[in-house]
């Protein structure tokens, strides 16, 4: 068993960082031992609250991490704001160590705007999850509980399933073939390109390219923007939760009034 001891020092508000949205964490198992290389992935993490004030209280966020030689990034992203302090809510750029048995510890390098806060977190990451506490202390921000993630496989891959409107009724077969970027943006999130159509509604919607500049993943969060081309305004836009396995997409779309009909919908694509 591998145990996994993070400390993060963070010179912004960052305690709107932590809770989970649709993400169910798994259990690390001792017998399959997470290493160095394989820290360096897209998770997608939560925390619950024990304080007193905010006991039970759950909030989401993804890191990407990054491990190569001994050292560890990542960007924190929060997903939600947290619901008990008026903080601000910035990204927070994270550096540190990692040993061979998979120790961590990590510090803010960025300093967003906002009081400062110290942020710690220990756990134990294996076969994908990750397991542990955390507190913050400092600035607008006082609490501690539990954390726990699990690490996504990439988006990338074509995607098929139907969407119906909630306008008209009109169902829509869809194909989105997604691929997201090797490294997260200065906000931790994963750009994403690719493709997307829609058939058996409006004409303007049979052909869309993924608009590099509007389409990101971070942890589970997928938002996405589509044109006919990637420097044409935008026609339509999905977002949507990918499942822990990378296989199922849930969606909802919209369609700009500017080029085509408005209409908006949701469904489910499925990893092809």
Same mark, same amino acid.
């Given at each position: 068993?591998?145990?996994?001891?993070?400390?993060?020092?963070?010179?912004?508000?960052?305690?709107?960082?932590?809770?989970?949205?649709?993400?169910?964490?798994?259990?690390?198992?001792?017998?399959?031992?997470?290493?160095?290389?394989?820290?360096?992935?897209?998770?997608?993490?939560?925390?619950?609250?024990?304080?007193?004030?905010?006991?039970?209280?759950?909030?989401?966020?993804?890191?990407?991490?990054?491990?190569?030689?001994?050292?560890?990034?990542?960007?924190?992203?929060?997903?939600?704001?947290?619901?008990?302090?008026?903080?601000?809510?910035?990204?927070?750029?994270?550096?540190?160590?990692?040993?061979?048995?998979?120790?961590?510890?990590?510090?803010?390098?960025?300093?967003?705007?906002?009081?400062?806060?110290?942020?710690? /977190? #220990? !756990? +134990? @990451?294996?076969?994908? =999850?990750?397991?542990?506490?955390?507190?913050? *202390? %400092?600035?607008?921000?006082? $609490?501690?509980?539990?954390?726990?993630?699990?690490?996504?496989?990439?988006?990338?891959?074509?995607?098929?399933?139907?969407?119906?409107?909630?306008?008209?009724?009109?169902?829509?077969?869809?194909?989105?073939?997604?691929?997201?970027?090797?490294?997260?943006?200065?906000?931790?999130?994963?750009?994403?390109?690719?493709?997307?159509?829609?058939?058996?509604?409006?004409?303007?919607?049979?052909?869309?390219?993924?608009?590099?500049?509007?389409?990101?993943?971070?942890?589970?969060?997928? /938002? #996405? !923007? +589509? @044109?006919?081309?990637? =420097?044409?305004?935008?026609?339509?836009?999905? *977002? %949507?939760?990918?499942?822990? $396995?990378?296989?199922?997409?849930?969606?909802?779309?919209?369609?700009?009034?500017?080029?085509?009909?408005?209409?908006?919908?949701?469904?489910?694509?499925?990893?092809?």
């Amino acid at each position: 068993m591998r145990i996994v001891s993070l400390a993060i020092v963070s010179l912004a508000t960052l305690s709107t960082l932590f809770a989970l949205v649709g993400c169910a964490a798994v259990s690390p198992s001792s017998s399959d031992p997470i290493t160095p290389q394989t820290l360096t992935g897209n998770w997608q993490m939560s925390a619950t609250s024990t304080a007193s004030k905010t006991t039970g209280t759950v909030t989401p966020f993804s890191i990407y991490l990054i491990a190569n030689n001994g050292t560890v990034t990542g960007t924190l992203f929060p997903q939600a704001a947290y619901p008990v302090f008026a903080c601000p809510f910035p990204s927070a750029q994270l550096a540190g160590t990692v040993d061979a048995q998979g120790n961590i510890s990590m510090k803010s390098v960025a300093t967003p705007t906002g009081a400062p806060i110290v942020v710690t /977190l #220990t !756990g +134990l @990451a294996a076969s994908g =999850a990750m397991v542990g506490s955390y507190t913050i *202390s %400092g600035g607008c921000a006082s $609490d501690m509980g539990t954390v726990a993630g699990t690490e996504l496989p990439p988006l990338n891959g074509t995607y098929n399933g139907t969407v119906t409107s909630t306008n008209t009724g009109t169902t829509m077969t869809v194909k989105a073939t997604l691929t997201q970027a090797s490294t997260p943006n200065a906000a931790g999130q994963l750009p994403v390109t690719g493709t997307a159509s829609f058939s058996g509604g409006q004409s303007c919607l049979s052909s869309l390219a993924v608009q590099n500049s509007e389409s990101y993943l971070y942890g589970t969060d997928l /938002l #996405t !923007g +589509l @044109a006919v081309n990637p =420097a044409a305004p935008l026609t339509a836009g999905f *977002s %949507g939760t990918l499942s822990a $396995d990378g296989k199922t997409l849930s969606i909802t779309y919209d369609v700009s009034p500017d080029v085509c009909s408005y209409d908006f919908g949701k469904g489910t694509l499925t990893l092809q």
